[in-house]
Every structure is written in structure tokens, then in C-alpha cells.
T-cell receptor, first 115, second 113 residues
Framework: DAGVIQSPRHEVTEMGQEVTLRCKPISGHNSLFWYRQTMMRGLELLIYFNNNVPIDDSGMPEDRFSAKMPNASFSTLKIQPSEPRDSAVYFC?????????????FGPGTRLLVL | AQSVTQLGSHVSVSEGALVLLRCNYSSSVPPYLFWYVQYPNQGLQLLLKYTSAATLVKGINGFEAEFKKSETSFHLTKPSAHMSDAAEYFCAVNGGSNYKLTFGKGTLLTVNP
């Protein structure tokens, strides 16, 4: 299996621009997570999908952030408009659901820099 | 509620020395516990996990961890450090929720030649 795939790996953009991050989970996994990692805050869970449905978006910072999962093999995280404080590494992870299937498998991340 | 405390944000050892990274957790139900490793500019990789079977869990790259309920601990060890072990290590707990992992703040391991 190719593992969790994320694109782009690096993104540099200017403040105010729209940014779209993409994720392809591991085939057969029905849970998908978006995380943000910064030096100041560490690893933060932004949103969790189960069977393509958003279950918990309490970690999404504000309305500028949105996430979708139109099918089992694709998810996007969009920031519009972007701000310098959004600069971080964004990880997508996938896994099973239910007791005993909590292991999450992480993608390589997208390193976002907003100027 | 569940939480994880990793003692020591930075641990430095010499090559060949014992590695000990500490993790304490709190959970209202019997937990599942995980250690992940993150190499520079990479995602988190699962090292090992405890899921209520044997209390001593062996993982990849020679690492192991022991679940001690009485101490609410899940410390990570490796008998002999290699230069390639230099990375950041995260402990995580799942305390009954069907999805959410709570991560510690991470411990950066430096291995000196």
C-alpha cells in the first residue's frame, strides 16, 4: 500500500490567497483526520471524518478553514483567505474506527508558508 | 477525559547508551497507548502500541515499552541508541473514544557520537 498521500508537499502563498490541501487515505480506512503541527502548539486535531461524514470539527480554528470528504478516497482542507499565522505543517491521517482500530497512519504532511 | 504527559521535551544520549523516554497518561477507562516517531520533515510513524494484551510491547527499530497500570506509565526504551534514532517521539492515548488520540507534546531525542 502506498500509505496516506498528501499534496502538495510544500506550499508558499501570499496572505489573502486561497490554499487547498489534498489527502488520499489508505484504501479501506474509514476514518480520516486533519492535524496541524506548529512549534508553539504542537500537534492539533482539526477535524475528523468517519465514513466521509464530518464527526468532530471542534478543532477547526475559524470560518476561514473548511474541510470536505466527497468520497472515501479523497479529502481536502481549504483555507480562505490565508493568513501568516496559518503557516504550519498540515498532516492527514487515516485509520479504522471502533474499539481496537484506533491506530492512525500519517501522511508526510504539507508544509505551508503564508507570507 | 484523557491526557498524556511526556516528561522531558529534550533527551540527549550517547550512541550505545540506553534510551528512556517517559510517558504518563490519564484515562477514565482502560487505555490503548501508542508511541509514534517523527523524523525531520516527515510524518508520524507508528513505533508500537499497547491494546490490552501483553504489558511489554515490542516495536520497530528495537524499541519497546511497558504498560504499568499502577504507575499510569508507558515509558519507551531501547537498550542501545543509534545515531539514526535521533527524532521526535510522541506518546498518545485512546481512552475509550472510538477515534480520538490525545498526543503528548513530544520528546526530541538527540544521539551524540
Amino acid at each position: 500500500d502506498a500509505g496516506v498521500i498528501q499534496s502538495p508537499r510544500h506550499e508558499v502563498t501570499e496572505m489573502g490567497q486561497e490554499v487547498t490541501l489534498r489527502c488520499k487515505p489508505i484504501s479501506g480506512h474509514n476514518s480520516l483526520f486533519w492535524y496541524r503541527q506548529t512549534m508553539m502548539r504542537g500537534l492539533e486535531l482539526l477535524i475528523y471524518f468517519n465514513n466521509n461524514v464530518p464527526i468532530d470539527d471542534s478543532g477547526m480554528p475559524e470560518d476561514r478553514f473548511s474541510a470536505k470528504m466527497p468520497n472515501a478516497s479523497f479529502s481536502t482542507l481549504k483555507i480562505q483567505p490565508s493568513e501568516p499565522r496559518d503557516s504550519a505543517v498540515y498532516f492527514c491521517a487515516s485509520g479504522g474506527s471502533g474499539r481496537g482500530q484506533e491506530t492512525q497512519y500519517f501522511g508526510p504532511g504539507t508544509r505551508l508558508l503564508v507570507l | 477525559a484523557q491526557s498524556v504527559t511526556q516528561l522531558g521535551s529534550h533527551v540527549s544520549v550517547s550512541e550505545g547508551a540506553l534510551v528512556l523516554l517517559r510517558c504518563n497518561y490519564s484515562s477514565s477507562v482502560p487505555p490503548y497507548l501508542f508511541w509514534y516517531v517523527q523524523y525531520p520533515n516527515q510524518g508520524l510513524q507508528l513505533l508500537l502500541k499497547y491494546t490490552s494484551a501483553a504489558t511489554l510491547v515490542k516495536g520497530i527499530n528495537g524499541f519497546e515499552a511497558e504498560f504499568k497500570k499502577s504507575e499510569t506509565s508507558f515509558h519507551l526504551t531501547k537498550p542501545s541508541a543509534h545515531m539514526s534514532d535521533a527524532a521526535e517521539y510522541f506518546c498518545a492515548v485512546n481512552g475509550g473514544s472510538n477515534y480520538k488520540l490525545t498526543f503528548g507534546k513530544g520528546t526530541l531525542l538527540t544521539v551524540n557520537p
